[in-house]
């Protein structure tokens, strides 16, 4: 157990709808990582927060958007669901979110888009 | 963009020390090379991670081209519980790059 947690662990939905996932992270941790998995791309980057700020941007599309609480909590919102939206999605955290910062992953929120 | 190529995959016998390659030809002075791995069903966890000099922990060793063109993670014994998907990870400030992953296969 990463001490990250997520929910739902399942969601399915239908295309054009929007969903919000939500996580958790480990005590003491300030900064939250979001991440998708799919078959065809494999592991992508989408954003990291840190205390409550944008830090980094990567692969997110225009229809996600996630933030950071201050109770540290992050969402990640998908709208206008599409087919190609279903994939495993992964949030990590990490102290300080610096370049050699260890990530620790939660177990995932597996999105399937009917 | 930097990018990273690993094997598909790779098998070793149980006990057995496994090198696992990473190409990353376009990597940038400030990344980090880090590694993590994911066991079935489970989310990514770290595994060792280094800049420019060799690295070692409790669970493996990072050997680092000296012109950081690519890497290698090195599992010294082989255990059936080491099977699992090795990610090669470039990382700086404002990126995080995954390679497509290696899926270890651990014979007993």
């Known amino acids: 157990d990463s001490g990250v947690t997520q929910t739902p662990k399942h969601l399915i939905t239908a295309t054009g709808q929007r969903v919000t996932l939500r996580c958790s992270p480990r005590s003491g941790d300030l900064s939250v990582y979001w991440y998708q998995q799919s078959l065809d791309q494999g592991l992508q980057f989408l954003i990291q927060y840190y205390n409550g700020e944008e830090r980094a941007k990567g692969n997110i599309l225009e229809r996600f958007s996630a933030q950071q609480f201050p109770d540290l909590h992050s969402e990640l919102n998908l709208s206008s669901l599409e087919l190609g939206d279903s994939a495993l999605y992964f949030c990590?955290?990490?102290?300080?979110?610096?370049?050699?910062?260890?990530?620790?992953f939660g177990p995932g929120t597996r999105l399937t888009v009917l | 963009d930097a990018k990273t190529t690993q094997p598909n995959s790779m098998e070793s016998n149980e006990e057995e020390p496994v090198h696992l390659p990473c190409n990353h030809s376009?990597?940038?002075?400030?990344?980090?090379i880090h590694w993590y791995r994911q066991l079935p069903s489970q989310g990514p966890e770290y595994v060792i991670h280094?800049?420019?000099s060799n690295v070692n922990n409790r669970m493996a060793s990072l050997a680092i081209a000296e012109d950081r063109k690519s890497s290698t993670l090195i599992l010294h014994r082989a255990t059936l519980r080491d099977a699992a998907v090795y990610y090669c990870i470039l990382r700086d400030y404002d990126k995080v790059i995954f390679g497509p992953g290696t899926s270890l296969s651990v014979i007993p």
């Open positions: 376009t990597i940038s002075g400030t990344d980090y």
């Open positions: 990590a955290s990490s102290v300080t979110g610096g370049r050699t910062d260890t990530q620790y």
């Open positions: 280094g800049l420019t």
